[in-house]
């Protein structure tokens, strides 16, 4: 049975290699060329590229990418994808699947999410892949899990939003006049990113998405990751003033790969639950 996602999930080939999981490059176009997620281009190298005054934009995965994976699929597969709405990854694959003489045992599946919940889905189907599930069973299990994820999104100006056209220009020069740290949240349709609040520090942001979380209701039967573009020392003490308020709930810390740097800007930092 194959497990099928991208690097939207934070999973280069090699480490999805290392767990069973096939993974498909998403790319990003900047300066005329397109870069695809950890081959062409690091995390590093891309928000070193970010500097100039272009704004790139990620397309979603190669439809060849997707046909040689599904189509190799002989024992079965599951495909997870980018939250529908977010990405158009879901519908394409969808149409892939339905063009499979094999697809009444190919089963794609929307995350509802993506990065650090994306990643988990994808690692914990492949575990109960190699523990004797049945296909059937790891769908129904980790499609429970995409409708548990919640995420959070602290860019790290307003002028990235403004050059990427999610803010005004007027919304855009008030908010870096006043020094302000916006807040994004996934709307509960999980298909779009909406603004939650202003907060003038990383700490009273942070402290806003804490109180959401425990709205939410997030304990021990959760896992919070918390990602970054490139300020891996911030990301940090996001987690550990996280951990403050969880200290029983299991945290990781990744990093954003350059197709999600696109959308969040350098600087951003990603928090995402979903339940185990």
């Given at each position: 049975m194959k497990i099928i996602t991208n690097t939207a999930s934070t999973l280069t080939k090699e480490s999805g290699l290392k767990s069973g999981i096939a993974i498909i490059p998403v790319s990003v176009s900047l300066g005329g060329k397109s870069l695809r997620d950890y081959?062409?281009?690091?995390?590093?190298?891309?928000?070193?590229?970010?500097?100039?005054?272009?704004?790139?934009?990620?397309?979603?995965?190669?439809?060849?990418?997707?046909?040689?994976?599904?189509?190799?699929?002989?024992?079965?597969?599951?495909?997870?994808?980018?939250?529908?709405?977010?990405?158009?990854?879901?519908s394409?694959?969808?149409?892939?699947?339905?063009?499979?003489?094999?697809?009444?045992?190919?089963?794609v599946i929307n995350s509802r999410s993506l990065a650090g919940p994306l990643r988990y889905m994808a690692l914990k189907a492949a575990k109960l892949r190699d523990q004797g599930a049945s296909i059937q069973e790891i769908v129904s299990q980790i499609r429970a899990r995409a409708q548990?994820?919640?995420?959070?999104?602290?860019?790290?100006?307003?002028n990235y939003l403004r050059k990427s056209g999610r803010i005004t220009n007027l919304t855009s020069k008030i908010g870096s006049a006043l020094h302000l740290l916006p807040v994004l949240t996934q709307s509960e349709d999980h298909r779009?990113?909406?603004?939650?609040?202003?907060?003038r520090t990383w700490k009273a942001a942070v402290?806003?998405?804490?109180?959401?979380?425990?709205?939410?209701?997030?304990?021990?039967?959760?896992?919070i990751t918390v990602a970054y573009?490139?300020?891996?020392?911030?990301?940090?003490k996001v987690r550990r003033q996280i951990?403050?308020?969880?200290?029983?709930?299991?945290?990781?810390?990744?990093?954003?790969?350059?197709?999600?740097?696109?959308?969040?800007?350098?600087?951003?930092?990603?928090?995402?639950?979903?339940?185990?």
């Open positions: 081959i062409d281009i690091s995390p590093d190298e891309y928000v070193e590229l970010l500097k100039g005054d272009e704004m790139p934009v990620s397309s979603q995965p190669a439809i060849g990418d997707m046909l040689e994976e599904l189509g190799k699929a002989d024992d079965g597969a599951i495909m997870l994808t980018v939250a529908d709405g977010l990405s158009g990854e879901y394409t694959a969808m149409g892939v699947r339905n063009s499979l003489p094999n697809k009444e045992n190919i089963y548990s994820t919640v995420s959070y999104v602290i860019p790290a100006d307003f779009r990113i909406s603004f939650m609040t202003v907060r402290g806003t998405i804490i109180s959401s979380m425990k709205e939410a209701g997030i304990d021990e039967r959760f896992l573009a490139d300020k891996r020392d911030l990301a940090v951990h403050e308020s969880f200290p029983q709930v299991e945290s990781e810390l990744l990093q954003l790969p350059p197709s999600l740097i696109t959308h969040g800007g350098p600087g951003c930092i990603v928090v995402q639950t979903v339940q185990k």
